[in-house]
């Protein structure tokens, strides 16, 4: 699937920029830095986005359909582990995935 590149003006400086994604409150990059919005090219952001591309074509369910791998309670949204693997993701509930805490983002050194 190909995504158009749309003209984006942001809302903070003004500035347009053409890019795939943006809303009515677009943010260019500089602004979402200034402002601590995710970064648009971040592997958090990224894995993310693969995540919702692949609910899209259906590789993965709706994870509300899906039990919760840890307290096998009714599950939320996915929980990534390793971002760099952005569709090893399993299906968690708000509360067990707050208590795993943030996937790792890139190599960490062990020990
Ligand atoms: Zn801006
Ligand atoms: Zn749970």
Redesign the pocket.
């Known amino acids: 699937m190909t995504q158009k590149l749309r003209r984006f003006v942001?809302a903070?400086?003004k500035?347009s920029e053409l890019t795939t994604g943006g809303g009515i409150n677009y943010?260019?990059a500089?602004?979402r830095k200034e402002k601590g919005m995710p970064d648009l090219t971040s592997p958090q952001y990224l894995a993310h986005q693969a995540v919702a591309k692949a609910r899209k074509a259906g590789l993965l369910a709706d994870p509300k359909t899906l039990a919760c791998v840890d307290c096998q309670g009714p599950a939320i949204e996915y929980d990534h582990r390793d971002y760099s693997k952005p569709l090893a993701v399993e299906p968690v509930c708000r509360r067990c995935n707050l208590r795993r805490g943030p996937a790792l983002t890139q190599e960490v050194s062990h020990g």
């Open positions: 942001c903070n400086c500035c943010h260019c500089e602004c």
